[in-house]
């Protein structure tokens, strides 16, 4: 399988990330990401060893031309993501104290979701926030979001500046510490825009998000294809592109030793209903 890593250009502010993603894990490939030098590049692993500096992810605005982000790029078959560090320290620290005073979560039944025929009670705080008129369907519940914050607005945008896409709904967790968890799933929902890029950002604690093919899920496996395991840090931003939900389930498992928390805001395109 067709697995690496790329390392693509960062200004000053990027050119560490945060302590808890110095080692990460792109299956059994291990990413060294405490480099001081903006020159030094990852060798590919499919390219014959030679160094590769790719072209910017998208286009980028025009108030966005100068801003640079420090890109990897994830690949595997099937598999296309790209993961940066969007918000300095100091920005996601202040940016999380907002969400954890501003965000007001769903309660009640909305609480809930249905898994075989069978309602559970969701192992994290969940919320939406988008423009008007949306609605949100998976597991058997609908959502409607709430009207966009201002909080909420600033992340938006500066996602879009980094990426070019523009997005009109966020789903919002709260996972309070390790023991807060969400099950294998792919975000392919009928209300997602065809081809639309997912945009997951991440404020708090650092836990690891595992994506696992689809033929390599459970006892009815037709293939042995390794998990591609990250670390998604405070202030970043994984971009999970088109094909990898048709493809890639993934989970953010249960790790005991994460005592803090973690908010986690995924960015989508979601179409208005026709009846609206």
């Keep these: 399988m067709d697995k690496f890593v790329i390392k693509q250009s960062k200004n000053s502010d990027n050119r560490t990330l945060e302590q808890c993603e110095i080692k990460r894990r792109v299956d059994n490939n291990a990413v060294d990401l405490n480099d001081e030098s903006p020159r030094k590049k990852l060798k590919s692993r499919a390219g014959g060893g030679e160094e590769t500096d790719l072209p910017p992810l998208s286009s980028e605005p025009e108030s966005a031309r100068d801003v640079?982000?420090?890109?990897?790029r994830l690949r595997a078959e099937g598999l296309n993501c790209d993961?940066?560090?969007?918000f300095s320290k100091p920005e996601a620290d202040d940016i999380f104290l907002q969400l954890e005073n501003v965000l007001e979560y769903f309660s009640g039944e909305q609480t809930r979701v249905q898994v075989f025929g069978k309602w559970h009670d969701i192992p994290r705080k969940q919320v939406t926030y988008g423009d008007l008129g949306?609605?949100?369907t998976y597991s058997g519940v609908t959502l409607a979001p709430k009207?966009?914050?201002?909080?909420?607005?600033?992340?938006?945008?500066?996602?879009t500046q980094a990426t070019g896409h523009t997005f009109n709904f966020v789903l919002i967790n709260r996972y309070k510490d390790g023991s807060d968890h969400i099950g294998e799933h792919r975000d392919d929902e009928k209300e997602l825009e065809p081809l639309s890029p997912i945009a997951s950002v991440s404020f708090g604690a650092c836990r690891d998000f595992i994506f696992r093919h689809r033929d390599s899920r459970g006892r009815g496996a037709t293939r042995h294809l390794e998990p591609v395991k990250l670390l998604l840090g405070h202030g970043s931003l994984l971009m999970m592109n088109y094909p990898t939900n048709i493809y890639w389930y993934h989970s953010l498992p249960v790790r005991k030793k994460v005592l803090v928390p973690r908010v986690n805001l995924t960015f989508r395109k979601i179409l208005l209903s026709p009846k609206n």
Excluded: G, Q
């Design 134 to 136: 949306l609605t949100y």
């Design 68 to 72: 640079k982000y420090f890109w990897e």
């Design 83 to 86: 993961y940066t560090k969007i």
């Design 147 to 159: 009207p966009w914050l201002p909080v909420l607005e600033m992340i938006r945008d500066r996602v």
